[in-house]
Structures are given as structure tokens and as C-alpha cells.
């Protein structure tokens, strides 16, 4: 009699016995469920797996679709593999014919090379490098190549070797950065994949056949390509095209960077602390840094009628600390900085706008006082006097302040908030006389070059320690609390980002692997059996390829000191 086990499916709340080693692609059709958009991969006991996974002891299973953030990942890490082994296919191996009905492929070259690099414009940007410039005519091509591999529904195999094997394999086909990244990982195994001989490594789970790819776009991007991939609110569509030009620019400034430094992947990196460089990477990242904020700030001076200063940036950017930064170096500029807090502008609690669950939308633009805002600036602006309201959060009331300011001659209005670069905010103000700047941590390290690290990643790792460290808040919790601080940075920054004057990456080279050694006690304590212990193990996975940095070397003026503590400035 065949043995089973028990697969307790949490999405329709069905216990099922399957097979022991059972895939769950299998299992999936025993449980009745029906998904339109997936299954993609799924929560295994609070742990994500794909679909590949083998089921051999009592399983709580909550399947996963694309309209969540790991379904999502694992669809479009697949389309990444789908477009490397379209472009292996296309300029690795000229001798070969093309397909019938297929163009040949004009000036292929030996070997190309591909990096799956920014995310931008709600896709994300591949470098190809192949020895002249990519054309439409290529993008074309790669397109219809992506498609035909997609339409043979080709099974995607998950292996598993030992390291060396690995290492060996990929040192063969010209994948250094991965030979870089495994072999400083110091790890017994490592998993690869495998589409029709085509083999790569990707961090995280795949699904399981090409023909699961049901949507994506391809279209020529600055000189590169733009990977579309599918909405994850409206899984039918492509995600909007925007024009995202000024943050493509900051993202290719600070590959400028890191090629004077000569780090573009962790295997790069983990190479460099191995060598006893991290002093010299702490060193030129602070001072490459800091001459970005002097850079802003000489050009705020030269816009003379500049009076305000804007800046705004998502949660864990270091908006704070750039801020204060920026006041010495206006400082230096002969500018004397007078800072504002928006969060003074909140209207009475029983005014603020409600969420769709008829809570308090605080991250509302409308939790503002507008009105009072663009009346008080405006008489700034004409020097006159005005008292700043002062905001009680105990008693959810505005209050007088006895705080009166007259902007005096040499002074210029320094305002930090989520909502800076938003029009409406300072919509009657005139606009000749404010000067934005965004800024955030547009992580543009790769943990290899078909696997990139998304800058969000990068951010919740600083929130999670700076939570811990200054506000008690445990590693679950501000996990937990993650989605929703997503959400309103999707509605309220992400869109206005192109309005800024400046964009500012408080991202540096070196900054994961100081993070690594305060984050990962927090993440160990997530407990197994919450939903958030699947995040939590994902970020220590992640984390674990790169060699830590102590944080002693990082100077007290630095960003980083917002989150990890010993900052000169006041807070």
C-alpha cells in the first residue's frame, strides 16, 4: 500500500493525503483549488518553495499566485532565465541556423554578456553587452526567440550539486560573477537550474515550464533592454510603461562608481573584504557620498531665487541624515538652512481622511493642512513673520507653538516629508522658488549578473535594525507592518519621483555587509510558525552570501549611522 501524508491546503482549508515525494505541482490539482494567475510557488510551513518541492512529511501549504510579492518574484525570475537563454541562444552560438522563419541574426558575436541590472520604469533594465549596440532589430529577434521558447513549454529543472561542481561548471560556460559569488559563499551545495541544456542559477524559486509565462514585453531602453512584466494588480496587463529617465541616470552615475571601485557583484565584494580593503570601500563610498551632496548643494546656491528646499524619499532612505548633511554643505555655500517639519501640518485627528478598512489614513496627502502650508510659506516668501503650528500627537490636535519665524535674507527653508515632491502640496507656492530633491537607497550591487537586489531589501534591512535599535520594535513586526509602508510609498512617492530637481542614492557598496551582522540576530528570533518567518528566512539566506564588515570604521557623519547608532548628528 502506497505510504502518504497529510498536505493541509490553507487557501480553501482542505486536508488532502498525497504521495510521499509528491511534488507540489502535483499535489496541486488533489486540493480542488482553482488559480486563474498562478500556482506560482507557495508557503511550506511558513517557508516559500517552489513547485518543484517533494513533500515527505505533513505539510501546511499555502499556495501562491502572482499577485503576491514571492509569486511575483519567482514569475519574473523565470522570464530573466527565459531571456538569457534567449540571447545564449541567439549571439553564444552563431554557427548555428535560425529556426524556420527566422531571420539570421546580423554581426553576432562570440559570446554575450548579460546583466539583469536596474529596476526602472516598471520593468527592469539588462545591460547586453555583445560588442556594438543593440538595435530594434535585436530586440525583435530576442522578443520572438523569448516566445518560441515559451511556446514549447519547456520543463524547467531544479538541480542540486555539490559546490565545486557548480563552481566548475560555471567557470566553463564564462559565468565569473557566479564563480565569484559560490565560491566566497562557502556553502556544501548549491542549487542551479536548467531549461532544455540552457543552465543558470537564480536566488529564489522558478516555476516549473516555460509555458507558465503567459505575459511579458521587451522593448529597447536607453542602450539596453527593458524587461516588462505583468501588473500585480491587474495580473491581465503589462505594467505602465512610465518615463523614469532622472532615476535611470543616478542608477548608471553610481555604476560610474562602482567601477572605480571595481565592485559590481557580492562575489566582487566578498573578494575585496577578503583582500583587507573594506577600510578603503568605507573610505571612497563615504567620500564619493558626500561630494553628491556638495554637488546639490552648489547648485541649489547657484538658482538664486531658490527659497525652499523639498526633499522627500521612502521609509528607511535616510532622508534625515541627508537632510542634515545637506545643511552644512548649504552651510559652506554661504546659505544659513532653517528646517520645517511637515508632520507640525497635520489637520485635527477627526479631520484626517480614512482608509478603505475606516481607519486613520495618516499617510495621506489630505492629513495635511494645505491651505496653512501654502498660506505660511507664501508669507515667508514675502518676509513677513508667521507663527509655525505645532502638532500634538497625544491629543490629535494642531497648537500654536509660540515658534515665529521671518525668513531673513541668506536663508533658504529646508522641508523633509513623504509628500515633498508631490504638486499639490505647495501648489500655490511659486515654484521658481523651490528646489527638490528625492532621495533613496537605489541599491545597484548585484548578488550576481542575472540576480539583482531589489532596493526594497535594502531598506527593510535598515528599518528592521534602525526599529529594533531605537524603537523596540521587534524584526516581525516591522516586517508585518512592511506591506502597508509599501503601499503608501506606491501611492504617495513613487510617482512624483521624476519631479525632483536632484535624486540622491544614500545606497553605498559596502553597506549589506555592515548590515548583515545587526540584522541577522533580529531575523534569527522570527518565530517558525508566524507567516513573517517566511521573509524573515529569506532575507537571512540572502544575507548569508556576503562576508560581514565591522561597523567600526564607519565614520559618525555617516548615513548608515541613522540606523546602526553613533551618529554626531541629533535626531
Known amino acids: 500500500m502506497e505510504k502518504t501524508v497529510t498536505l493541509t491546503c490553507l487557501n480553501n482549508g482542505t486536508e488532502v493525503e498525497v504521495p510521499i515525494g509528491m511534488t507540489l505541482e502535483e499535489a496541486f490539482p488533489l486540493t480542488g483549488l482553482k488559480m486563474k494567475y498562478g500556482p506560482l510557488n507557495a508557503r511550506v510551513n511558513n517557508k516559500v518553495e517552489g513547485m518543484h518541492y517533494r513533500i515527505y512529511r505533513p505539510k501546511t501549504v499555502e499556495f501562491l499566485d502572482i499577485t503576491s510579492p514571492s509569486g511575483n ?44 541590472d536596474i529596476p526602472v520604469s516598471n520593468g527592469y533594465y539588462v545591460d547586453v553587452q555583445m560588442g556594438r549596440l543593440v538595435t530594434l532589430d535585436d530586440v525583435g529577434l530576442i522578443r520572438k526567440r523569448m516566445q518560441r521558447i515559451v511556446n514549447k513549454a519547456l520543463p524547467i529543472h531544479r538541480y542540486e550539486a555539490s559546490t565545486d561542481e557548480v563552481v566548475n561548471m560555471f567557470r566553463q560556460t564564462g559565468e565569473l560573477s557566479k564563480v565569484k ?81 571595481g565592485i559590481r557583484t557580492i562575489g566582487d565584494l566578498n573578494e575585496a573584504v577578503d583582500r583587507g580593503d573594506s577600510s578603503l570601500l568605507i573610505q571612497v563610498s563615504e567620500a564619493l557620498q558626500e561630494k553628491k551632496i556638495a ?179 521587534s524584526a516581525q513586526e516591522t516586517i508585518r507592518r512592511w506591506a502597508s509602508v509599501r503601499a503608501g510609498e506606491n501611492r504617495w512617492i513613487f510617482p512624483f519621483q521624476e519631479n525632483a530637481d536632484a535624486m540622491f542614492n544614500t545606497a553605498m557598496i559596502f553597506e549589506l555587509a555592515v548590515l548583515r551582522e545587526q540584522a541577522l540576530p533580529l531575523l534569527e528570533e522570527v518565530p517558525e510558525e508566524v507567516q513573517e518567518y517566511a521573509e524573515a528566512y529569506r532575507l537571512r539566506k540572502f544575507l548569508r552570501y556576503i562576508r560581514p564588515i565591522p561597523n567600526n570604521e564607519i565614520p559618525p557623519t555617516s548615513l548608515l549611522r541613522e540606523f546602526l547608532g553613533g551618529s554626531s548628528f541629533k535626531y
Not at 549571439?91 to 548555428?96: A, G, H, I, L, S
Not at 556544501?188 to 542559477?201: E, F, R, S
Open 295 to 473: 554637488q546639490i548643494a552648489e547648485d541649489i546656491a547657484s538658482r538664486k531665487e531658490t527659497r525652499i528646499v523639498l526633499i522627500a524619499g521612502p521609509s528607511s532612505s535616510g532622508k534625515t541624515t541627508t537632510c542634515k548633511r545637506l545643511n552644512v554643505q548649504l552651510l559652506t555655500n554661504g546659505i544659513k538652512p532653517v528646517g520645517i517639519s511637515l508632520d507640525d501640518y497635520f489637520v485635527n485627528r477627526e479631520q484626517t481622511p480614512r482608509d478603505a478598512k475606516g481607519d486613520y489614513d495618516f499617510e495621506h496627502l489630505h492629513s495635511l493642512n494645505l491651505d496653512l502650508l501654502n498660506q505660511q510659506m507664501n508669507a515667508l516668501l514675502r518676509g513677513e513673520e508667521v507663527e509655525l503650528p505645532k502638532y500634538n500627537f497625544y491629543k490629535g490636535e494642531s497648537e500654536r507653538s509660540g515658534r515665529k519665524l521671518r525668513l531673513q535674507p541668506g536663508e533658504v527653508l529646508v522641508v523633509e516629508g513623504i509628500h515633498a515632491l508631490n504638486p499639490e502640496l505647495t501648489a500655490h507656492i511659486p515654484q521658481q522658488q523651490i528646489y527638490r530633491i528625492y532621495a533613496s537607497a537605489l541599491t545597484t550591487i548585484l548578488l550576481d549578473n542575472h540576480n539583482y537586489i531589489p532596493t526594497t531589501d535594502n531598506r527593510l534591512l535598515r528599518r528592521i535594525v534602525r526599529d529594533h535599535k531605537y524603537r523596540g520594535v
Open 181 to 261: 559569488l559560490f565560491s566566497s559563499a562557502g556553502r556544501l551545495n548549491t542549487i542551479y537550474y536548467d531549461i532544455d541544456g540552457y543552465k543558470d542559477y537564480y536566488y529564489g524559486s522558478l516555476l516549473t515550464n516555460t509555458r507558465q509565462v503567459y505575459l511579458f514585453g521587451l522593448e529597447k531602453y536607453h542602450d539596453g533592454l527593458l524587461l516588462r512584466i505583468p501588473s500585480m494588480e491587474h495580473p491581465s496587463e503589462l505594467g505602465e510603461m512610465t518615463h523614469q529617465d532622472k532615476m535611470f541616470s543616478i542608477f548608471k552615475e553610481h555604476h560610474r562608481w562602482q567601477d572605480i571601485l
Open 73 to 116: 518574484r519567482a514569475y519574473t525570475r523565470t522570464l530573466f532565465f527565459i531571456l538569457c537563454k534567449a540571447l545564449h541562444e541567439l549571439y553564444d552560438e552563431p554557427t548555428n541556423l535560425p529556426p524556420q522563419g527566422e531571420a539570421p541574426v546580423p554581426a553576432a558575436c562570440k559570446r554575450v554578456s548579460v546583466s539583469i
